[in-house]
């Protein structure tokens, strides 16, 4: 159970002594969004998170919409436009549905890694700080988790307990998404099946100096949770401000993430939706990061001869 509180500054905040980060996995299965860097959020912005997809010649109308998995589930409610998008659809695709995740769920644990080997990668500093969240949060078991899997995870619990306003729900805003659309009985298709899997070969794919951005990484939102610093909650407000660039000309290839994240997927995603976008009206949510750069599903669409047009919400 996790353990909320707010300080007397008004800011929510999480007690890590209450944190059992190993039951967690399900956050690090479903928040791939960050490709294990923080989405960029620049001044030249496309003031939107819902797109409209149209195939020249086809009746058929599709909409990609770019979800931020931990922000309050209250956002997706109060924008309108979007829920009536989505209830005007037939199909919703997600990442992943609940039901795959709960019954496909398996331990990210990596028997490649281990105290000795994290050690290895840890300066002085690092390995101080590290040492002191294991020690609050009562558990060593990550450990035996590689530098993604702790990545995610431990950037989920920052965003989602100390930058989120409303923790009222632990719902993940896909999921609500999706719960939403099913209360119409719509046809609800997962994207992906096994995230655990493409975790661990991302995890084994990793060159030396991409653990080690990795850990330079967790160890700040390590960091910003033990002193509770909140300087890095600046994307939430972003997000939810629709300040966000999503970068079209930019070449994901030449970035340091791992791109079995970002680019495998999305290619796998594409070959998905571009049947379907012809035969359905369609509903995408996945996590908005999905929508950037010049392999994301926007520009790869465009490239397929579709077009697609912001809708300001």
Not at 126 to 152: C, G, H, M, N, R
Not at 226 to 243: A, T
Not at 285 to 307: E, P, S
């Amino acid at each position: 159970m996790l353990e909320l509180y707010k300080t007397t500054g008004g800011g929510a905040h999480l007690s890590l002594h209450a944190i059992n980060l190993q039951n967690l996995k399900k956050y690090c299965q479903i928040l791939i969004l960050l490709c294990c860097s923080t989405p960029s959020f620049a001044q030249t912005v496309t003031k939107t998170l819902l797109w409209e997809v149209r195939k020249p010649g086809n009746t058929n109308v599709s909409y990609l919409f770019g979800t931020f998995h931990y922000v309050s589930t209250k956002f997706f409610d109060a924008l309108a436009i979007a829920n009536s998008k989505l209830a005007q659809s037939d199909i919703l695709y997600v990442e992943r549905a609940k039901q795959v995740s709960d019954e496909s769920a398996t331990s990210l644990k990596n028997e490649k890694w281990n105290p000795a080997k994290w050690k290895s990668y840890l300066s002085q500093a690092q390995d101080s700080i590290f040492k002191k969240f294991t020690s609050k949060s009562e558990d060593t078991s990550l450990y035996y988790y590689a530098p993604l899997a702790v990545s995610l995870n431990v950037h989920a619990l920052y965003t989602k307990y100390f930058c989120e306003d409303d923790y009222s729900s632990l719902e993940l805003m896909d999921h609500h998404i999706e719960s939403v659309a099913r209360k119409t009985n719509k046809k609800v298709f997962s994207l992906d099946t096994r995230q655990d899997d493409i975790i661990h070969a991302a995890s084994n794919a990793n060159s030396y100096s991409q653990d080690s951005l990795l850990i330079a990484g967790c160890i700040r939102y390590m960091s910003n949770m033990l002193d509770e610093n909140l300087e890095d909650c600046d994307i939430i407000s972003k997000y939810k401000k629709f300040d966000i660039d999503y970068d079209f000309e930019t070449d994901f290839t030449k970035s340091k993430s791992p791109s079995v994240l970002l680019i495998e997927r999305n290619n796998l995603w594409i070959n998905i939706l571009k049947k379907s976008f012809v035969k359905n009206n369609c509903f995408v949510a996945v996590g908005l990061r999905h929508l950037f750069y010049q392999q994301g599903l926007i520009q790869q669409l465009r490239k397929l001869g579709f077009t697609v047009e912001p809708v300001f919400v």
